[in-house]
């Protein structure tokens, strides 16, 4: 057995493409110079820059020039939220209990230094409260964050719905939308859904690790956050990998090249996957959305009766890498907070399993998957006080 | 891997695992809601006091399953009197160690077998039901794991003061602000002492 050798946690990182490390190799020994000089390796550098970010500008609907390449999502909603709050210097914040942690983190931090920030419930589905939205914003309220698509459940959020929302305010609200699952995954036009700042990365898309991007709509005035040597602009100090940011451009090329395909394919796979799921184990469920509402790689489940890290370790004795939302299996041995905000007990939170799929991966492995799932499940309800007394009240 | 190799073994593999029919006594400790449970039955030799045979059923992680497995085998074939002396650090050190933020699974395995015994005894009249006390409070609080270091929060040293009177028991722990498992250990006393119906009121306090 190969650690990982079905790998269904796409969400967190996914294998690079072949022609994504083609394409990254010259960048690491003959075309590694860095931009900003007049001489001609400054200029190749400059040109190659520009094309990149042309590239991955055009997947959202952008131009070139308001994208900032960054070391991953996080930095990258870092320099939105912390650089358009630093900017607005005092005010109101809204974003939900639901966001990915990099907004939640952030959140706190604004409260620390003094914004008020007011967090918005979800509904069972994860998806959040359009009413509540409108009673929350007031006159001081200058930025809106939320994840487009849910880090867990995978629901995505009504984009267009909440601009309009945050347009009917009769002042600016910005709105800033961490793109980690949604990148790739959905079509996500800047322009359509009125997104002022961005993150979005590469390493889930099979780019390599190590860089992302932050969109910044022109006009939108972002406080300079980390300051050091400039080498293309105040948003991007520092050094920069070009050999990384070459990979990251193939890889939206290739995931982009026909969006609806590659959505298609991954809506397929998670498909058929909660099919045979529910064929092959009896008294499981799906959290979150169904069908449209939710991202096209990601299914979330909760095994009733029994404990997700048990399941986690068995599936990976086996060569199957997938994600838990066990209290046990997570660093603060704390449940799921989205799977408990949006209502699930904490039974369905540790039995929780969360699969994130990629285009390399088959109907044949997630045959395999559910096979070894169902008898691992099996065996450990035989072990479960849970079950058994489950079994018990059944025959009364 | 942070699981030793013994630990994957009793998990992959526990002994002693299942429901058995008319046990002499048998005691379940932990809730779903904390993530595990764990119901350890007894059949035990009257005359002789000798733990003839035992079993468990776990729900819970990797670590809870192996522990229980473990404490089975610690338990099996030994008179009461011995049984009653096998505690978690026996469970974890015959399992090769335990990483430390998962110590406190092996507290339950080991409480539940204590409690199999107690319920016996009392059960048989070997022993009368205890009176709750402050050493009660103490008692538990041995059993609450600082996950941080995987050591009780009595031999660190964090328990300042323990107070019982009229229901309401009261604790003050020595954890600053910034420990971010403030909220685990104070859950975890809750969760410990809440079973006594003399328990009702819980105040922990931090500095």
């Excluded at chain 1, 990979?247 to 959505?263: N, Q, R």
């Excluded at chain 1, 799932?373 to 079950?387: C, M, N, V």
Aim: charged content about 25%.
């Amino acid at each position: 057995m190969k650690p990982g050798q079905i790998y269904l946690d796409n969400c967190v990182s996914s294998a690079v493409a072949p022609e994504v490390i083609d394409a990254m190799q010259p960048y690491f020994s003959q075309k590694f110079w860095f931009p900003g000089s007049f001489i001609s390796t400054g200029e190749s550098s400059n040109d190659a820059l520009t094309g990149f970010q042309s590239i991955v500008a055009k997947s959202i609907g952008a131009r070139g020039e308001e994208i900032h390449f960054t070391s991953g999502g996080t930095l990258a909603n870092n320099l939105a939220i912390k650089g358009i709050a630093n900017a607005a210097k005092k005010g109101h914040v809204i974003c939900s209990v639901v966001d990915y942690p990099d907004l939640l983190t952030n959140a706190a931090w604004l409260e620390k230094q003094g914004f008020e920030v007011s967090y918005l419930a979800a509904d069972d589905k994860a998806v959040i409260d359009l009413d509540q939205l409108k009673r929350e914003i007031r006159p001081d309220t200058f930025l809106f964050m939320t994840t487009a698509v849910n880090h867990v459940v995978g629901s995505i959020q009504p984009l267009s719905e909440i601009r309009k929302i945050l347009d009917a305010a009769g002042h600016k609200i910005y709105l800033h939308v961490d793109a980690g699952q949604a990148f790739g995954k959905m079509h996500l036009n800047v322009d359509d859904f009125g997104i002022d700042t961005m993150a979005i990365s590469a390493h889930k898309i099979h780019g390599p690790q190590g860089i992302g991007a932050l969109y910044q709509r022109k006009g939108t005035k972002l406080a300079q956050l980390i300051h050091g040597v400039k080498r293309v602009d105040n948003l991007q100090t520092g050094g920069l990998s070009i050999a990384l940011i070459a990979g990251f451009a193939k890889a939206v090329e290739l995931s982009f090249e026909d969006l609806d395909a590659t959505i298609g394919q991954l809506r397929e796979l998670s498909d058929y996957l909660w099919a045979r799921l529910q064929e092959k184990i009896p008294y499981i469920e799906l959290n979150g959305a169904e069908g449209e509402g939710r991202a096209p790689h990601n299914v979330n489940i909760s095994i009733d009766y029994i404990e997700g890290e048990a399941i986690t370790m068995m599936l990976d004795m086996h060569g199957i890498t997938v994600a838990t939302g066990s209290a046990c299996a997570s660093q603060g041995l704390k449940a799921n907070y989205v799977l408990m905000a949006i209502g699930k007990n904490h039974v369905q939170s540790h039995g929780s399993m969360k699969f994130t799929l990629s285009r390399y991966n088959t109907k044949e492995e997630l045959d395999t998957v559910v096979d070894r799932l169902a008898e691992i499940t099996l065996e450990l309800r035989k072990r479960s006080p849970l079950y058994n007394a489950f079994l018990k009240n059944q025959e009364k | 891997m942070q699981y030793s190799q013994k630990v994957l073994d009793h998990f992959m593999h526990p002994h002693n695992v299942g429901k058995m029919e008319n046990p002499d006594a048998t005691a379940t400790e932990g809730s779903p809601s904390c993530g595990d449970q764990v119901t350890v039955y007894l059949k035990v030799n009257e005359e002789k006091q000798i733990i003839e045979d035992i079993s468990f059923l776990s729900y819970g992680c990797a670590s809870n399953i192996a522990t229980a497995s473990i404490i089975t085998d610690l338990a099996k074939g030994k008179s009461l009197e011995e049984a009653k002396k096998i505690t978690w650090r026996d469970a974890m050190d015959a399992l090769d160690g335990l990483p430390p933020v998962k110590v406190h699974c092996s507290v339950l395995a080991a409480d539940t077998l204590q409690t199999a015994i107690s319920n016996y005894e009392i059960a048989h009249g070997l022993k009368e039901v205890p009176d709750f006390s402050k050493e009660t409070i103490l008692e538990e609080l041995k059993k609450i794991i600082y996950p941080q270091v995987g050591e009780d929060i009595v031999s660190l040293k964090m328990v300042k003061y323990v107070g019982f009177s009229d229901g309401e028991v009261l604790i003050d722990l020595n954890m600053m602000a910034f420990d971010s498992w403030r909220d685990n250990v104070k859950e975890e006393i809750i969760e410990h002492l809440e079973k006594y119906p003399e328990v009702k009121k819980i105040e922990v306090n931090f500095p």
